[in-house]
């Protein structure tokens, strides 16, 4: 008899082995079908006083992008919910151990949790499923690419640390209907972020941390803030925008061993110039307008900008002082070779009428075979005083011709000394500018680098 009964109860464990049990039957069991959805739809408390507590997680997964022209913050974040619902539950052991059941999200309530920066829709496809368990714990995964508004401080660009903050809170419940509470401390997520993140871009994620602002009164509601911070990689910047700025300044300062006569200092100086020029527009693309701090990489540009251009208006300076000597220079060469013109045509005429009277004396006196000899005297006698009034005329042509090339050398030699004096200036003024030049550089580019450190 006891054997017979011990065979039919190893009969009977044998056959409650081999039970086979669904997902199914835990839904028939917990009435969640199409037909019946009535309790399912409203918030799963028993007593409505009764607020539900919901924990969440986050997880940053990337940084996707900043803009800074528009004040955007794009990440790639992975969100938890866990809250606890008072109508499911269920005994594993009568099905088969099971203890945990995936539904779809629309099947149950679930929180109407948003996020105050966010701007734009979510553009990753949310979780068709959720998650419950025996004792009544449901839970909802989410990745989110956001696109969100964050304050930026770009007054130290490109070495800046920026935060932005994520805001999770309900919609329409009050606290005395949903309780927010982090599963995560601020360590934990920082730690958590780090080992599950994908890729950083342009940013290096530091920390992030957890704040949870709960409300004082019922008639207000909880909020937990995520704040991400993060520091710009700024390689980039130095290699491509912050050294070829200086690289210009280095080639002007050079421009002061080019000559100042001729046009190159000054054409070669415009050109940098304008290169500077060019960089200002490419910056003014990157930062926004809406910045209460003029930036420091603004200051760096205007102030390299206004002091190229102060020795370009130096180099004009210079080029103008020295241009007024070859002015005066010019005018009295070509009064000098104008007054060497007339010089010349004076003795070639007198020169001329010497030959004709010195011809016409000759006729005179060679005539001796004249019919009287007093009248041979008396051309001898008007000979002798045309040549001697012909001596005294040449003598009086030559000492004026002296004067003139005198007054000539002499105006020469004023001319000469006044052409030297304001190239003396342009000189000085290129030395002392040069100095005054290289120790302002000097000063600002040290004020600038320290407080960008």
């Not at 799963?44 to 997680?57: A, D, G, M």
């Not at 734009?120 to 714990?137: F, R, V």
């Not at 046009?263 to 500077?276: I, N």
């Not at 390299?304 to 130096?314: A, P, R, Y």
């Amino acid at each position: 008899m006891f054997l017979g009964f011990f065979f039919l109860l190893f009969l009977s464990d044998g056959v409650a082995s081999e039970r086979t049990c669904s997902y199914q039957d835990v839904l028939n069991h917990l009435n969640l079908t199409k037909d019946n959805e009535l309790y399912s739809m409203t918030r799963p408390v028993k007593n409505y006083k009764h607020p539900t507590v919901v924990s969440l997680e986050v997880l940053l997964y990337a940084i996707l992008d900043m803009v800074e022209k528009d004040q955007k913050f794009i990440p790639y974040v992975w969100t938890v919910m866990r809250w606890h619902n008072e109508y499911i539950s269920w005994d594993p052991n009568q099905f088969c151990g099971i203890d945990n059941v995936s539904l779809p999200t629309d099947i149950l309530w679930k929180p109407d949790l948003t996020i105050e920066e966010m701007t734009e829709k979510d553009k990753a496809p949310p979780s068709p499923y959720l998650t419950i368990n025996n004792k009544g714990d449901v839970e909802v995964q989410n990745d989110q690419v956001l696109v969100s508004t964050c304050r930026m401080h770009i007054y130290k660009f490109p070495f800046d640390i920026q935060k932005c903050n994520l805001s999770f809170k309900s919609v329409i419940h009050t606290a005395r209907d949903i309780r927010l509470w982090p599963s995560d401390n601020s360590s934990e997520a920082t730690q958590w972020s780090r080992e599950v993140m994908r890729t950083q871009y342009e940013w290096l994620f530091l920390n992030m941390t957890v704040t949870s602002d709960n409300a004082t009164s019922l008639v207000d509601q909880d909020i937990i803030i995520y704040t991400i911070t993060m520091k710009r990689r700024s390689a980039l910047y130095i290699v491509n925008f912050l050294l070829p700025v200086l690289f210009f300044l280095c080639l002007d300062l050079s421009s002061f061993l080019i000559s100042d006569h001729g046009g190159e200092k000054l054409s070669f100086k415009v050109t940098v110039l304008l290169a500077v020029t060019v960089l200002q527009l490419i910056l003014n693309e990157i930062l926004p307008a809406t910045s209460n701090r003029i930036p420091l990489i603004a200051v760096y540009c205007i102030g390299i900008f206004g002091l190229m251009l102060l020795s370009l208006l130096e180099t004009i300076l210079v080029l103008h002082l020295i241009e007024k000597d070859s002015a005066s220079q010019d005018n009295e060469i070509e009064t000098d070779r104008n007054l060497r013109e007339d010089c010349n045509k004076q003795d070639k005429a007198n020169l001329h009428r010497g030959h004709r009277e010195g011809g016409k004396w000759a006729q005179s006196t060679s005539d001796g075979e004249t019919p009287s000899d007093l009248q041979a005297v008396a051309r001898e006698v008007n000979g002798s005083k045309l040549i001697e009034e012909y001596a005294l005329e040449r003598l009086s042509d030559e000492l004026r011709e002296m004067e003139k090339i005198l007054t000539l050398l002499f105006n020469n030699k004023k001319e000469e000394k006044k052409f030297n004096y304001w190239t003396r200036v342009a000189k000085k003024v290129n030395r002392v500018f040069l100095i005054f030049y290289v120790t302002v550089v000097s000063l600002f580019l040290v004020f600038i680098f320290v407080k960008w450190n």
